[in-house]
C-alpha cells in the first residue's frame, strides 16, 4: 500500500462513470496522515504510474480515514459520484492492481 513512499503494487477498480473511464485507486489509512502536499504528489506519482502501465483515464484516489469515512482526491467531475458511493461499495469493485 502507498505510504510516504511510493513503491510496491496497490489495488485499483477500473470504472465506467457517465463514459468516463476512472481508475480507483484504493490507498491505505496511513495516506490520511500525510500533509496536502505530500497528498498531491503523491496523486500525481499516481496518475503517472496508471500511465506508464497504458491507463489513459482519470484517477481517483481512495482511503478511509480514522473513523471510518470514506475521503478521496479525484478530477471535479467525478467528485458527486465518490461523494454517494461508500468505500466498502468501490473496495468491491476491485479488478486490478497498478505497480509503483
Do not use: C
Amino acid at each position: 500500500m502507498v505510504r510516504s513512499k511510493l513503491n510496491g503494487t496497490i489495488p485499483v477498480a477500473y470504472l465506467n462513470i457517465r463514459g468516463a473511464t476512472v481508475v480507483a485507486v484504493f490507498l491505505d489509512t496511513t495516506f490520511e496522515d500525510l500533509s496536502p502536499e505530500a497528498r498531491t504528489s503523491t496523486y500525481g506519482a499516481l496518475q503517472a504510474a496508471a500511465a506508464r502501465q497504458g491507463f489513459q483515464g482519470e484517477i481517483a484516489a481512495l482511503w478511509e480515514d480514522a473513523a471510518g469515512r470514506t475521503q478521496f482526491i479525484a478530477p471535479p467531475q467525478q467528485r458527486p459520484f465518490f461523494q454517494v458511493v461508500t468505500y466498502g461499495q468501490l473496495r468491491a469493485q476491485v479488478n486490478g492492481s497498478i505497480q509503483l
